[in-house]
């Protein structure tokens, strides 16, 4: 592609173009719609597994182009998700907690990729890079969400070549693509929307919530997870001993 990668883009050469807020905005709606694409249009379902911003190419009018499909598995009929049996590939920022843990890859996964690339393109910074004491890029744009200071974490360099409104609503979106909890991030048919203005960004929680994994507790009875908004409740009983134990798991303030 005449312009290379996004990543090449963002953090390569001195002597390239800087980006510009519109030509952000529009590579990122253009690969929210190959997202999209993928996950709803093609004739099977395909998984990415290995979206980042330098598999995002740009051709010569920076209009994007979703590659590397190295990773990419078109799931079966009625399948939601893709295991690997070997190890889990990837790279870090880009990788959802529970693909992590489970190694299990599925739409929600791929959005919670494409959420560290929106955060990314915004924010000029690369998503697995620590700042301060921060781990992760997501972690700290959400500490200026909670201050109420979300346009502090726009990329400087772009000065003030930006609309407010949509800075403030990209960056939510990026947020909530990111959100620990799986079920919890929007599908690509709402980003598209979401991107565009037409659809509101859903609540975005001033903390960053928790991801847990639910205990496996040798038991007669089912564990019950409970969740709330900012707690996860886990309660296990067992009938013979005549014992119940409730559980609950708060989110750090």
Not at 187 to 198: A, H, N, P
């Amino acid at each position: 592609m005449p312009n290379g990668s996004l990543d090449q883009n963002l953090f390569g050469e001195a002597n390239r173009t800087l980006l510009s807020w519109t030509l952000r905005r529009k590579i990122i709606s253009g690969v929210a719609s190959a997202l999209h694409y993928l996950h709803n249009e093609y004739q099977k379902k395909v998984v990415h597994r290995d979206v980042k911003s330098s598999n995002i190419m740009l051709d010569a009018e920076f209009n994007p182009k979703l590659g590397d499909f190295g990773l990419a598995r078109a799931l079966d009929y009625k399948k939601t998700s893709y295991t690997e049996p070997e190890g889990v590939p990837g790279t870090p920022g880009y990788m959802a907690p529970e693909y992590v843990f489970t190694g299990k890859a599925t739409e929600q996964s791929d959005v919670y990729a494409f959420g560290a690339v929106l955060l990314e393109v915004v924010c000029g910074r690369m998503p697995g890079t620590q700042i301060g004491t921060y781990p992760l890029l997501v972690d700290w744009v959400w500490t200026f969400h909670r201050k109420g200071q979300l346009l502090e974490a726009i990329d400087s360099r772009l000065g003030e070549d930006y609309v407010a409104e949509e800075v403030q609503r990209f960056l939510l979106l990026g947020l909530a693509c990111s959100h620990p909890i799986a079920s919890a991030r929007p599908k690509t048919q709402e980003i598209v929307q979401m991107l565009s203005g037409l659809m509101p960004v859903p609540h975005v929680p001033l903390f960053k919530p928790p991801y847990a994994l639910a205990p496996v507790l040798m038991l007669e009875e089912d564990i019950i997870p409970v969740i709330t908004t900012d707690t996860m409740f886990f309660t296990a009983a067992d009938s013979q001993l005549g014992w119940v134990v409730t559980i609950g798991i708060r989110a750090q303030l």
